[in-house]
């Protein structure tokens, strides 16, 4: 009996508690795959196939922003999710406005708000995907 893959997410904060939190969330749904810093995300998502990417904003060398800058347009149907705290907002919402992430969850996390995020990025990536040729 063959069995379906989840897909797999890439989640970056370089606060363990929080990656920990993180990890107990998305793993009803998803394969976890979890870092601490934004340069060893570079190099997974240059090795692997991820739908989801889940990065904090606020991180020592590179921000989430960064990270996100640095992705550009690489990963067509990677769904791109911002952690943040509130006094990062009129920055996110830019962020989401340009294109740059799908949506932003605002600290504390909430689980199933995190969940239902990704589930709205889905939708809307899909919405913008265009029509494949006949």
Do not use: C
Not at 87 to 93: C, R
Not at 97 to 102: L, P, V
């Amino acid at each position: 009996m063959a069995s379906s893959a989840k897909p797999k997410v890439l989640v970056v904060d370089d606060e363990p508690d929080m990656l920990d939190f993180l990890e107990r969330v998305l793993r009803r749904r998803f394969d976890v795959y979890r870092t601490g810093n934004a340069q060893q995300a570079l190099a997974w998502l240059e090795a692997g196939d991820f739908a989801v990417l889940v990065t904090d904003q606020k991180m020592p060398r590179l921000t989430g922003l960064d990270l996100l800058d640095r992705i550009g347009d690489r990963y067509p149907k990677l769904v791109k999710i911002l952690i943040s705290g509130f006094t990062d907002v009129p920055d996110i919402e830019r962020a989401a406005a340009q294109g740059r992430i799908h949506n932003y969850v605002l600290k504390p996390v909430d689980g199933e708000r995190l969940l239902e995020a990704i589930d709205e990025a889905y939708a809307a990536r899909d919405r913008r995907a265009p029509a494949p040729a006949d």
